[in-house]
């Protein structure tokens, strides 16, 4: 079974920026998406499309299974237009070590929020996030990806971003 371990952190600033070592503009919709963490997603790039399907295999949000199928360009563009929630968002690949960092910099309605990713290879794997990686926000849902395109930053009361984002 095809197992993601990931954590995940709210950026502030922008010292990441020297470390990018590649950067593609994503779009992805959701045509599932669970309270319970299951979630079919369709994600898009310039080049190349895919159908991932995830579910929790942790309470944490730590671990999630995760089977990810590439598609035809033309497929993900029907889908996503099925798709009642979306993101877009810039994603860099990060040089760092300890897994494979990626950062994503939401656009639209969820702009300016920033949060950088690191895939590990087991749970136990103990990593020194980079000090612009402010809060770790790992298991939040109200963050998730699948959470921000159903109900994205720009609709939060200042309340709400306040809570989150003024950390």
């Known amino acids: 079974m095809a ?19 590649w950067s593609q503009p994503l779009r992805q919709g959701y045509l599932v998406a669970t309270a319970e963490g299951f979630t079919v997603r369709v994600r898009q790039s310039e080049l190349e499309a895919w159908l991932t399907l995830k579910a929790a295999a942790s309470a944490d949000g ?14 993900a ?8 929630s979306q993101v877009a968002k810039m994603r860099h690949g990060l040089a760092l ?9 939401f656009q639209g309605a969820n702009a300016p929020l920033v949060v950088a990713e690191v895939e590990l290879e087991a749970v136990d794997r103990m ?17 998730s990806n699948s959470a921000l395109a159903r ?17």
């Open 62 to 75: 730590l671990v999630r299974h995760e089977y990810e199928y590439p598609i035809p360009l033309r497929d």
């Open 97 to 105: 070590s300890g897994g494979v960092w990626v950062l994503d910099e």
């Open 151 to 167: 109900r994205p930053l720009a609709s939060w009361s200042v309340a709400e971003l306040r809570a989150v984002l003024d950390f």
């Open 3 to 21: 197992l993601e371990i990931e954590r995940r952190f709210l950026v502030r600033g922008d010292a990441w920026r020297s470390l990018v070592s």
């Open 77 to 84: 563009a029907d889908l996503l237009a099925l798709c009642p």
């Open 127 to 143: 990593i020194t996030p980079p000090e612009w990686c402010a809060l770790e926000i790992t298991g939040r849902h109200e963050l």
